[in-house]
């Protein structure tokens, strides 16, 4: 909390972390402590559904992520079911102001189908606009 009322108090920066996994027990004591912005945003970890997560913490903290699920989703199904689901993510993390940049949960691998990442960066530019 000290870090990050410092932080505000003497720069217009904002404060970022970084946490993977099933974090959601974490996150109304970090947006206490000062956090801004959470990234990644594992949706396939438990109690981490988009649903949930802008129910509970929706315009108090910007979620970095969460796009697209780079484990089970953007590696294994088809671009249009990518489409699907980018689209399905982007109704409910922009469902509430208060900040949220896409990007895939996490980094794409080389064996992911570009077909499937040219999928996803256009529905997050379609479903966005």
């Known amino acids: 909390r000290r870090l990050c009322d410092w932080m505000h108090t003497h720069t217009n920066w ?5 946490s993977c996994g099933s974090i959601y027990n974490y996150i109304q004591d970090w947006i206490d402590a000062g956090v801004d912005i959470l990234n990644p945003v594992q ?7 988009p649903e949930r997560l802008m129910a509970d913490f929706g315009g108090r903290i910007v979620f970095w992520g969460g796009g697209c699920d780079t484990q089970q989703v953007l590696p294994l199904r088809t671009p249009e079911e990518v489409r ?6 982007l109704e409910i993390f922009t469902s509430v102001d208060g900040g949220y940049v896409f990007t895939q949960v996490h980094n794409i691998q080389q064996t992911v189908p570009i ?3 040219e999928a996803m960066f256009s529905a997050a530019y379609e479903f966005a606009n």
């Open 115 to 117: 077909e499937n990442v």
């Open 84 to 89: 699907d689901h980018v689209h399905h993510n």
């Open 43 to 49: 949706i396939s970890a438990a109690n981490m559904e």
């Open 14 to 18: 904002k404060s970022y972390l970084h």
